[in-house]
């Protein structure tokens, strides 16, 4: 699988963006999706992630309630959406695929692929 992240870029705080991870692969549907982001500084965090099926979905606590995490398996891309975005969530965003159910979906060591990283920017 190939991912391939955009939709970055510079936004006053209280707007938005929507990020988009397009992947190349035939069985992308069976992988388990995840945005993570990495702050100057700073490990890389868990953001989103959304199970294969797109049943399932689940968020950072600090993101919870203003990001949204989607996926449209027939155009094999997933998306996050981002509102009321705050200086703090300034980071490199990575879109990340894990094949299989083992492994934390938390942990950026058990995802298998990721995309190159887009840098969004929420100046005060």
């Known amino acids: 699988v190939q991912l391939q992240a955009s939709g970055g870029g510079l936004v006053q705080a209280g707007g938005s963006l929507r990020l988009s991870c397009a992947a190349s692969?035939?069985?992308?549907?069976?992988?388990?999706m995840g945005w993570f982001r990495q702050a100057p500084g700073k490990e890389r965090e868990f953001v989103a992630v959304i199970t294969w099926s797109g049943g399932s979905t689940y968020y950072a606590d600090s993101v919870k309630g203003r990001f949204t995490i989607s996926r449209d398996t027939a155009k094999n891309t997933v998306a996050l959406q981002m509102n009321s975005l705050k200086p703090e969530d300034t980071a490199v965003y990575y879109c990340a695929a894990k094949a299989g159910a083992s492994g934390s979906n938390y942990n950026s060591a058990t995802y298998n692929y990721w995309g190159q990283g887009t840098l969004v920017t929420v100046s005060s």
């Open positions: 692969g035939r069985t992308f549907s069976r992988y388990v």
